[in-house]
């Protein structure tokens, strides 16, 4: 009778916990959503990537969307902080601000190792959508071009000066058609404060991510240079009335080449009032394409 008793108790207690959970969870998720969003989005699928999805047919099987972004880049050099890269354009002194103690000389092995070794913190960043960061890439895209075409035109005929102009050639048309235009602009503690500098709605959205510092440079000139490898804001969720427009997408045999083709939907992205992103809107875009 006690052993029933348990088991009964024990079954009633973990569907009570099952119903608190999904009860603060739904909470939640209706805190984020009231209200005016904090800010909304109209991304492309260059900035909402598919993943190849081979699930069988289930009409309770979700689809998601993966945030691409990048991080802007400085003219001093373009190999830095392309594709999830270094923020180099942050200095030592906002790196100590935002927590990371980078003081010591940075080409003793001693005092590059304690910076480097020093665990992530949790900070704000500020996400620009098809900004200035946007076309400062494709200006650094066709001043590549530019320079690949020069070089080739006065070494005419060796091969190693043709592949760098078709590989420029290849950059700056991914830069125009493919290429995510969403990039982390700013760093910061304090979302408001991150808003502040950014006020345009339609444009940024904060997110929370992690930070990191390592040391990079060649030998003399290393520094310190912060990496953002982690966003809170990661997968989107695709709602169920429009899994007809991205679905069949996901099946295509091409789904992971972003680098031969252009976007085949976009969609109305809402951040709401916990910064936590949900999507309202998906379109077609592939009827309007040639």
Do not use: C
Request: hydrophobic share 40%; glycine share 6%; net charge negative.
């Amino acid at each position: 009778m006690k052993l029933q008793w348990s088991r009964t108790r024990a079954l009633l207690t973990g569907a009570a916990l099952i119903v608190v959970t999904n009860a603060v969870v739904l909470a939640g998720v209706a805190y984020n959503r009231s209200g005016e969003p904090e800010a909304v989005l109209r991304l492309t699928e260059r900035e909402l990537r598919l993943s190849y999805w081979s699930w069988p047919d289930n009409e309770n099987s979700s689809i998601d969307l993966q945030l691409s972004w990048r991080v802007a880049r400085t003219q001093q050099d373009e190999r830095l902080g392309y594709l999830y890269g270094g923020l180099d354009w942050l200095q030592p002194a906002q790196l100590q601000e935002l927590g990371f103690d980078v003081s010591g000389d940075m080409q003793s092995n001693e005092d590059a190792q304690r910076v480097s070794r020093q665990p992530s913190r949790r900070v704000w960043v500020a996400l620009e959508y098809d900004g200035p960061a946007y076309q400062a890439a494709l200006e650094q895209a066709r001043a590549a071009l530019e320079r690949a075409t020069a070089l080739a035109q006065a070494n005419a005929g060796e091969e190693e000066f043709e592949q760098r102009l078709r590989a420029a050639q290849a950059g700056l048309e991914r830069e125009k058609r493919i290429d995510s235009r969403l990039f982390i602009v700013d760093v910061g503690l304090d979302p408001d404060a991150l808003r502040a500098r950014h006020p345009n709605r339609q444009q940024y959205v904060m997110v929370p991510g992690r930070l990191r510092v390592s040391i990079q440079g060649p030998e003399g000139q290393q520094r310190p240079v912060a990496h953002v490898f982690d966003l809170d804001v990661d997968a989107i969720r695709v709602p169920y009335d429009y899994r007809d427009i991205v679905e069949p997408l996901t099946r295509a045999a091409d789904a992971t080449y972003y680098d031969r083709r252009e976007p085949r939907f976009q969609a109305t992205v809402n951040f709401g009032r916990r910064f936590e992103p949900w999507i309202v809107e998906v379109q077609s875009l592939q009827a309007t394409q040639p």
